[in-house]
């Protein structure tokens, strides 16, 4: 080998470690490090995941409309609510009494807890024709019971976990493996607190030190999860948390380092100013510079509830535009289903994300891999307040804000996204003969067609204005119900 040749392995050597160093640089633990760290842009791209909350507390399933029933041991325990509505507070308590009995303790749900009709295969067919392009299933929520066969769960003195109690099964890596297989990622929620674990109760930092940590990392460990959504941690600073330097070890050291991704929930007064993107709940009008992400149920419960009746979900036509209002302002929708106890996701959920799918296979061209434009809508004139009450805001508000305004409020005529020179202008009704669209302006390039529907569409400039000439459509001719998406190309 000639003294040529050394020197130029020699200097690929010296490259690639060079290379290896850079894309090695270990994350402090600071958020001022922590936040350095990009959010992959599958993330961006997906726009639509399922939400799914399934434990102990779908067995009774219950509590009052316009609250949460997965909070059913804290709502029966404390005696309290909290949601939609005008509570006495012991109605929870009431309710198992009257329908258990009074020495029927919340832990005794585990044993019910069978999951005899859970297959993830089905569970993943359904979310891919739903048009999702991810899935986060809760491993464990507030009580603690994990779906996972894990040491900590047992900490309190007995078997907590679904491989030694209920379902005797290994419900989070059956879920994994299920929605890798058919192309979705898979997400694992975890609540870092426990309302009744002994330790959180009376010894947090030793609740933290001996059972939060090992079982998060065990988890992380396991699954290797796409995105680990952490919740529960209003109650004590991210520094007691020791949110920080978890996730430097997280980042650096874990099975999950190179792909996972997480949340903003990692102490109090964390959300949406540190950690991976953005969260919000039941809310609206919200628009990050971070990636983003709305999460809600169908109803207003994300656990299973059976207390609600068909008027209390959300119809497709509001869930189809509550989809295109979030990603219009650049987030995410992870909408909820709550299966039974048995595994089995309710008909009405499943006819939601069904006709969801169907609309997604027309239009989502103008959702998928789309960013925000410079405007997320067009309003007409009015007031664009949301008259809220207080508690969780209900889906039914973007259909006031859309087709059934009230007398005086502003309506949005149009949402918006962008790919590229390509501008989309998804309309709420169907326009009457003319389309018009404020401040866009057409390049000599621009073509505008109607997703679904063959050929081009003839166009007019006048003003400051485009105006589309639209076809006059029968109901069955129409490519799709709900909202309709306009491709404007090359727009300048």
């Not at 200097?11 to 992959?40: C, K, N």
């Not at 995105?227 to 941690?233: A, M, P």
């Not at 048995?342 to 169907?358: A, N, T, Y």
Request: proline share 5%.
């Amino acid at each position: 080998m000639d003294r040529i040749d050394i020197k130029l392995i020699s200097m690929v050597i010296f490259l690639l470690s060079t290379l290896q160093i850079t894309y090695a640089q270990p994350y402090e633990p600071t958020w001022e490090s922590l936040d350095r760290r990009p959010v992959p842009s599958w993330f961006e791209d997906a726009k639509f995941g399922i939400f799914i909350h399934w434990g102990p507390y779908s067995v009774p399933a219950w509590s009052p409309k316009g609250t949460y029933s997965e909070w059913y041991q804290y709502w029966m325990q404390s005696k309290s609510l909290f949601g939609n509505g005008n509570f006495k507070g012991d109605e929870v308590y009431q309710y198992h009494r009257k329908t258990y009995g009074d020495h029927f303790d919340y832990y005794e749900f585990g044993d019910q807890f069978k999951a005899d009709l859970y297959d993830p295969a089905e569970w993943a067919s359904l979310f891919k024709d739903a048009g999702a392009k991810y899935v986060v299933l809760t491993s464990k929520h507030h009580d603690g019971f994990t779906l996972w066969p894990n040491e900590q769960a047992n900490d309190r003195g007995f078997a907590w976990n679904s491989m030694e109690v209920g379902a005797k099964r290994d419900l989070v890596g059956d879920y994994v493996k299920a929605m890798r297989s058919s192309g979705l990622k898979a997400g694992l929620y975890y609540s870092l607190y426990e309302w009744y674990h002994p330790w959180w109760q009376t010894d947090k930092q030793r609740f933290v030190d001996e059972h939060y940590l090992p079982q998060v990392k065990d988890l992380v460990q396991k699954y290797q999860p796409d995105i680990l959504w952490t919740d529960g941690e209003w109650d004590m600073e991210a520094e007691k948390w020791r949110s920080m330097e978890f996730l430097a070890w997280l980042y650096n050291e874990s099975a999950a380092k190179d792909n996972i991704l997480v949340n903003d929930r990692w102490g109090k007064g964390i959300r949406q100013k540190h950690g991976g993107y953005y969260t919000t709940e039941y809310e609206a009008g919200k628009t990050y510079d971070k990636p983003w992400e709305e999460c809600r149920g169908m109803g207003f419960s994300f656990g299973y509830n059976q207390n609600e009746d068909a008027p209390d979900y959300n119809s497709t036509r509001s869930l189809v535009l509550l989809l295109v209002d979030v990603v219009s302002g650049g987030g995410n929708l992870l909408l909820d289903i709550g299966p039974d106890a048995r595994g089995s996701i309710p008909p009405v959920m499943q006819q939601r994300l069904l006709e969801m799918g169907q609309w997604l296979e027309v239009n989502g061209e103008a959702i998928y891999g789309t960013r925000k434009w410079k405007e997320a809508a067009q309003w007409s004139a009015g007031d664009r307040k949301i008259d809220h009450a207080g508690g969780y805001l209900g889906g039914d508000y973007i259909l006031k804000q859309t087709v059934d305004p009230a007398p005086g409020k502003a309506v949005k005529e149009l949402f918006f996204t962008s790919k590229g020179d390509d501008l989309y202008a998804i309309s709420p009704r169907y326009p009457k003969e003319k389309l018009v669209i404020k401040g866009v302006k057409p390049s000599k390039k621009t073509r505008i067609t109607l997703l679904g529907h063959d050929g081009e569409l003839p166009y007019t400039r006048e003003g400051n204005n485009l105006v589309i000439t639209v076809p006059a459509l029968t109901y069955d001719e129409l490519p799709c119900y709900h909202a309709w998406s306009f491709k404007i190309t090359a727009v300048k």
